[in-house]
């Protein structure tokens, strides 16, 4: 669980970066969004084995994969908030005052994506947490235990007719942890903007 | 025809919109609502259709419309009633025209019984347009805008309501296009059509209400004849809107700075107690990137402390000028000098200092504010760009100042953008301009969305502020805004350029 919430708020803060510089005008960020967009098409549970067999297992290598599978959705999701921003008053005011790109990006852009990024985070968290389930799940254990719920949930399948709620209990967590980071996110948001 | 008694409507939490409210219009009489912002005016108005929004409730008082309380109304019977009895046209009728339908479709749909094309015809030639016949067939993208406002008139009048009510139907129109509405208005009337203006333009009200009812914070201030009350008005409230109609105002604001201009088209100055010239045009040439040349030639100088108002109608190129004036869209010929020395056609390359000297205040100011920002960070960044060694002390009596000189209260410090009204923003949008000490500044329709009273404040400040040098270029429609602040004038029109010169004072 861990993995996955430093996962994502890696892969948040990457996605933040790339994204707006993708969201500048030029033949390279014209290529570069293409090649996100490739990217972001290759399922993730497919890169997921491909690096796990490449690299091996292991938490290190867990968290690379999560954040490099999570960054292309922030980075695109954040492009497509940025462009149309370039073009609004609020930069062109900016610009009038003689401020320069880094200033604007930093001081007038990035606060208005705290608020989207941090619903997006929500998404971004199951997803993550899915990933690391999933590989769990598939028998890689990443985390060289069985203290994390997706290797319970596995590793209690044989004995589900017995004992349903040895898998039913961890899988009811990952619901209720995922269903309450989104709800928390979504209230402190609302709370924000008020 | 329409009579409210003690109307009270209180908000879920006890504050009062509606306040013992009467109101008295009989049948063919045309009645002026007139208010601040926030008054009350369509919350009244709203109740003549039998709703309240939502999180306001209704705790006493009569409403009785043509007979029937719309209230005790319900299902089938109120849509009836708001069918057939009572229509409704909101502040831009253009925006409930459904894009896709053609004109007949939407005219059809309003009237209800199938209707022939001579009938529609007749409607429209009764909204005033020419030729209605090749109109019918088009969709609302496809007129223009005055077109589209007559016909959402004529669609509310379609099915000759008894009343009919109208939300504020000139306010954002220049002069021209106001005349229209009153027109068409008049054209689709009939003798026996009670009529409800909202509006917050006393010479709206003048031009066409028999009756004129003025609301203040949910209260009557005052109602009666539209000449009585025009003329000698009683009540506080009255009598601040009626002085704030610019038309009337009498008192100068400015050191006179006198432009004649003779037959043949040369410019004399008569008087300038200023002589320095911060900015200056020269043969400028203007236009939309890859479109048409809006306006050529154009010629302007503007000395300390002087302020010219850019008019016209729609489409004419203000908004294209004062953009080229401020390199966002560059000019294609000509030259615009600060202080003597040339700027660069585009914004990218002026520098710093030159950026500074002339800000633009745009036309839709609460886009220009950072959503995510408070108001204090925005100012202080404004301040520190001109004024980079601030200290905390300073930095807070830089802010006092700036927002003094737009009459904000310091409270608008704490909040964000989306949460202050229309005229808050506007307003912290004009302190944001200011904290870059201009040398130049131009408003580009500044002040159309405030109450005249506070537009009138917003006038007074920045004549004030004339007096200590500061040079404004003012685009505006409204020749109230013009008249007040501008000793001269330049005037837009269609294809052809007109330099126009204005009252002494």
């Known amino acids: 669980?861990?993995?996955?919430?430093?996962?994502?708020?890696?892969?948040?803060?990457?996605?933040?970066?790339?994204g707006i510089l993708l969201a500048a005008r030029s033949r390279v960020t014209r290529a570069g969004g293409a090649v996100l967009d490739v990217v972001l098409v290759i399922p993730s549970i497919l890169t997921m084995l491909v690096l796990i067999f490449g690299l091996g297992g292991g938490v290190a290598t867990m968290f690379l994969?999560?954040?490099?599978?999570?960054?292309?959705?922030?980075?695109?999701?954040?492009?497509?908030?940025?462009?149309?921003?370039?073009?609004?008053?609020?930069?062109?005011?900016?610009?009038?005052?003689?401020?320069?790109?880094?200033?604007?990006?930093?001081?007038?852009?990035?606060p208005r994506l705290v608020?989207?990024?941090?619903?997006?985070?929500?998404?971004?968290?199951?997803?993550?947490?899915?990933?690391?389930a999933s590989a769990g799940f598939l028998g890689f254990n990443p985390l060289g235990g069985d203290a994390d719920w997706a290797t319970m949930i596995q590793a209690n399948m044989d004995g589900l007719g017995m004992n349903p709620w040895a898998s039913l209990a961890p899988a009811v967590a990952v619901v209720l942890l995922t269903v309450s980071a989104n709800l928390l996110s979504d209230r402190w948001m609302g709370r924000r903007s008020r | 025809m329409i009579d409210i008694d003690e109307l009270e409507i209180l908000t879920e939490a006890g504050r009062p919109i509606l306040d013992g409210v009467r109101l008295h219009v009989g049948q063919g009489h045309v009645c002026a609502l007139v208010g601040e912002s926030g008054s009350g005016k369509t919350t009244l108005a709203l109740t003549l259709l039998?709703?309240?929004?939502?999180?306001?409730?209704?705790?006493?008082?009569?409403?009785?419309?043509?007979?029937?309380?719309?209230?005790a109304l319900g299902g089938a019977a109120l849509r009836a009633f708001r069918r057939d009895e009572i229509a409704w046209v909101g502040q831009d009728p253009a925006l409930s025209l459904t894009p896709w339908h053609t004109i007949r479709a939407i005219l059809t749909e309003a009237a209800g019984r199938r209707s022939d094309d001579a009938e529609l015809a007749e409607l429209l030639t009764r909204a005033g347009i020419g030729e209605p016949g090749e109109l019918l067939d088009r969709r609302p993208g496809q007129l223009s805008g005055g077109q589209r406002r007559?016909?959402?008139?004529?669609?509310?009048?379609?099915?000759?309501?008894?009343?009919?009510?109208?939300?504020?139907?000139?306010?954002?129109?220049?002069?021209?296009?106001?005349?229209?509405?009153?027109?068409?208005?008049?054209g689709l009337r009939e003798a026996t059509t009670t009529v409800i203006l909202i509006t917050h333009d006393m010479s709206v009200a003048a031009r066409c209400a028999d009756q004129i009812t003025v609301l203040e914070a949910g209260r009557v201030a005052e109602t009666g004849p539209a000449a009585r009350?025009?003329?000698?008005?009683?009540?506080?409230?009255?009598?601040?809107?009626?002085?704030?109609?610019?038309?009337?105002?009498?008192?100068?604001?400015?050191?006179?700075?006198?432009?004649?201009?003779?037959?043949?088209?040369?410019?004399?100055?008569?008087?300038?107690?200023?002589?320095?010239?911060?900015?200056?045009?020269?043969?400028?040439?203007?236009?939309?990137?890859?479109?048409?040349?809006?306006?050529?030639?154009?010629?302007?100088?503007?000395?300390?402390?002087?302020?010219?108002?850019?008019?016209g109608p729609s489409g004419t190129g203000k908004t294209t000028l004062v953009n080229a004036v401020v390199g966002l869209n560059p000019a294609r010929r000509g030259t615009i000098a600060l202080r003597g020395e040339i700027l660069a056609p585009r914004y990218q390359d002026r520098t710093r200092e030159q950026l500074l000297a002339v800000q633009l205040v745009p036309q839709d100011p609460a886009r220009m504010l950072n959503p995510a920002l408070t108001v204090r960070r925005?100012?202080?960044?404004?301040?520190?760009?001109?004024?980079?060694?601030?200290?905390?002390?300073?930095?807070?009596?830089?802010?006092?100042?700036?927002?003094?000189?737009?009459?904000?209260?310091?409270?608008?410090?704490?909040?964000?953008?989306?949460?202050?009204?229309?005229?808050?923003?506007?307003?912290?949008?004009?302190?944001?301009?200011?904290?870059?000490?201009?040398?130049?500044?131009?408003?580009?329709?500044?002040?159309?969305?405030?109450?005249?009273?506070?537009?009138?404040?917003?006038?007074?400040?920045?004549?004030?502020?004339?007096?200590?040098?500061?040079?404004?270029?003012?685009?505006?429609?409204?020749?109230?805004?013009?008249g007040f602040l501008c000793d001269s004038v330049l005037e837009l029109r269609e294809s052809a350029l007109r330099r126009d010169s204005v009252r002494q004072r």
Do not use: N
């Open chain 1, 1 to 18: 669980m861990l993995i996955a919430l430093g996962a994502t708020a890696v892969a948040i803060l990457l996605g933040l970066v790339l």
């Open chain 1, 65 to 110: 994969i999560t954040a490099a599978v999570t960054t292309p959705f922030v980075a695109r999701y954040v492009r497509s908030l940025v462009v149309p921003m370039l073009a609004g008053d609020v930069v062109v005011a900016a610009r009038l005052a003689g401020d320069g790109w880094v200033r604007i990006a930093a001081g007038e852009i990035v």
């Open chain 1, 115 to 132: 608020a989207p990024l941090l619903t997006d985070a929500g998404a971004r968290f199951v997803g993550a947490l899915y990933l690391v």
């Open chain 2, 50 to 71: 039998g709703r309240i929004r939502p999180g306001l409730r209704r705790t006493a008082g009569r409403v009785k419309v043509a007979g029937q309380d719309p209230f």
């Open chain 2, 150 to 186: 007559r016909v959402a008139l004529a669609r509310a009048m379609s099915r000759r309501p008894r009343i009919l009510v109208l939300d504020e139907p000139t306010s954002g129109l220049d002069a021209a296009a106001v005349d229209e509405v009153l027109a068409t208005l008049d």
């Open chain 2, 229 to 311: 009350v025009l003329g000698a008005p009683v009540s506080a409230a009255a009598r601040a809107l009626v002085a704030a109609d610019l038309r009337r105002c009498s008192t100068p604001a400015r050191p006179a700075c006198i432009a004649v201009e003779d037959a043949t088209g040369t410019a004399a100055e008569l008087e300038t107690p200023r002589d320095e010239v911060l900015l200056s045009l020269a043969g400028l040439q203007v236009g939309i990137p890859g479109g048409p040349v809006l306006a050529d030639g154009i010629d302007l100088e503007l000395a300390a402390g002087a302020a010219t108002a850019i008019v």
């Open chain 2, 378 to 482: 925005q100012l202080s960044r404004a301040l520190r760009r001109c004024r980079p060694g601030l200290d905390r002390a300073a930095m807070r009596d830089a802010l006092e100042e700036v927002l003094d000189a737009v009459r904000l209260e310091p409270m608008v410090l704490d909040q964000r953008p989306p949460s202050l009204s229309g005229g808050q923003s506007q307003r912290v949008a004009i302190a944001r301009a200011l904290a870059h000490r201009p040398d130049v500044l131009i408003c580009d329709e500044s002040t159309s969305a405030l109450d005249p009273t506070v537009q009138r404040e917003v006038l007074e400040t920045l004549a004030e502020l004339r007096r200590s040098g500061l040079a404004m270029l003012v685009v505006t429609h409204d020749q109230g805004v013009a």
